[in-house]
């Protein structure tokens, strides 16, 4: 296995938390994206910021090469098809601007010990449901995925239950490191960030 590239897909501006999500500040003072990217340290050689628009003063703050989408708003797997037209043969680390919970060591079972070069995902301790991100996806893969989006593909759980993908499954612990936050109230009941006064 190579040098792997990571990538955060960015959420944008959310109704739901009415400011660009990844810039939420929780309780130990930093953004949630700056928690991803500190979970992908360690494992990734380059990280990228995936933007849909031209980057925002925050965000070019990060200090992260950024990608900008050709299709702003169309969704994940546009942004992804994108980022693998932008950075072709390179292995990629997806990961999502609003998972501040990922850790290093279970990112690092994705990208380990795939000598098949196959797409690899994690998935609930019982096999039943695959988790789309975070998600790996070696060089070779690259062509498959974006010929499905080519033709019509949106969803890339549809996506990787119809492909060969090795799979890694995780204990229901390990597993809550990879929930999405999209609202405040999900952070708020997560501990991550403090209830307003009198609530």
Do not use: Y
Not at 46 to 55: A, D, Q, R
Not at 128 to 147: M, R, Y
């Amino acid at each position: 296995m190579g040098p792997v590239t990571a990538i955060v897909l960015t959420g944008g501006r959310s109704s739901r938390m009415g400011a660009p999500k990844e810039f939420v500040t929780l309780c130990d003072g930093r953004a949630m994206v700056q928690h991803v990217i500190a979970a992908l340290r360690p494992i990734a050689s380059e990280i990228f910021l995936s933007v849909g628009t031209k980057p925002t003063e925050e965000q070019s703050n990060l200090g992260l090469p950024f990608l900008m989408d050709r299709e702003p708003f169309e969704g994940p797997l546009f942004a992804i098809g994108n980022v693998m037209r932008e950075l072709s043969g390179r292995d990629l680390l997806i990961a999502c601007c609003d998972q501040p919970l990922l850790r290093a060591p279970i990112l690092s079972q994705l990208v380990a010990g795939t000598r098949e070069s196959l797409p690899a995902f994690f998935v609930t301790s019982n096999g039943a449901d695959i988790v789309p991100f975070p998600s790996f996806f070696p060089a070779s893969s690259h062509a498959t995925l974006l010929a499905a989006i080519d033709s019509g593909e949106r969803s890339l759980r549809r996506w990787a239950g119809a492909h060969p993908c090795r799979l890694v499954a995780l204990e229901e612990k390990e597993a809550e490191s990879l929930q999405s936050f999209n609202s405040m109230a999900e952070l708020i009941r997560a501990g991550l960030v403090a209830a307003p006064p009198g609530v």
